[in-house]
């Protein structure tokens, strides 16, 4: 799906648009018992009915404009629905998902910087790019993004796999992550986040690739790395357990479609790759 991000809104727009409204860390979606579910499509009237915040430009799909916006907490009529954002993976067509992953983004900084951090002035948002800025101290505030690492640590034919305290699923493992502090650099984050929850030195730190996370505002930064020194031992205000595990026993692990899952895929592969050659 072809999606256009920009934050300057065409003169004219199509009839109906894609709004992506939001509650919290829920989204609403259209639901049918046989289809998936779909971001609604809507005209100006049936968007009044809603009764949503100002809603605020994000880009195109195609000719239809796209918007996000805040809805107040009450009934929404059928068939329109609120979803976990999270949740809704696999249950609408995956770039729609992402879309959604990015207007979150776009309408938490419409809503969170409504005021100005430094003055309390009331902001405007600016039109040629998403900036929202103080008319009395000039403060111009953008989308936060929250950089942070995410690692696959390998100890010969093993990987570190944890159940974090803040986990959604309490059953599941995943690698390691954390956010990235000001002034450290990303291998140096990697390092010490490691260290801090699993008391364990690495070396090799190297690039793995990155993923935008919006729960609510990461940016993910993925890393492999090989065990050097150290007695595994986890940091309780953290970790709930952690292990090393052999390819052919992983525990319940993050889907593909997460940065998480991808490192862990790639381990197996890994693995795979090792023991046909052997
Ligand atoms: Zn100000």
Do not use: H
Not at 153 to 181: C, Y
Request: a positive charge; aromatic letters at 12%.
């Amino acid at each position: 799906m072809e999606f256009i991000k920009t934050a300057i809104e065409p003169v004219t727009a199509s009839e109906k648009a894609y709004y992506f409204i939001f509650l919290k860390n829920d989204i609403l979606v259209k639901e049918s018992a046989t289809t998936l579910a779909e971001i609604p499509c809507l005209g100006e009237k049936s968007l009044a009915a809603l009764a949503v915040t100002e809603p605020c430009f994000l880009g195109r799909i195609k000719e239809r404009v796209c918007y996000c916006a805040q809805i107040l907490p009450g009934k929404v009529p059928e068939p329109y629905k609120f979803i976990n954002l999270r949740s809704l993976y696999g249950k609408i067509e995956n770039g729609f998902w992402r879309i959604a992953g990015y207007a979150r983004q776009i309408n938490d900084w419409n809503m969170n910087f409504t005021f100005c951090g430094r003055c309390g002035a009331k902001t405007q948002r600016k039109k040629d790019e998403y900036a929202r800025a103080c008319p009395r101290c000039r403060l111009v505030s953008y989308p936060r993004i929250s950089p942070a690492i995410i690692t696959a640590v390998i100890k010969d034919d093993k990987i570190l796999l944890a159940r974090g305290i803040n986990f959604p699923n309490k059953k599941m493992f995943s690698v390691l992550a954390g956010f990235v502090e000001p002034g450290e650099a990303l291998e140096s984050c990697v390092a010490r986040e490691v260290f801090e929850e699993a008391g364990i030195m690495i070396k090799q730190i190297r690039y793995f690739n990155s993923q935008s996370w919006p729960f609510p505002d990461s940016l993910m930064i993925g890393f492999t790395a090989v065990y050097d020194s150290g007695r595994l031992s986890i940091n309780p205000r953290e970790l709930i357990e952690a292990d090393w595990f052999t390819a052919d026993n992983l525990p319940l692990v993050p889907g593909k479609q997460t940065i998480a899952g991808e490192l862990i895929d790639w381990f197996v592969r890994q693995q795979l790759m090792k023991n046909s050659t052997s």
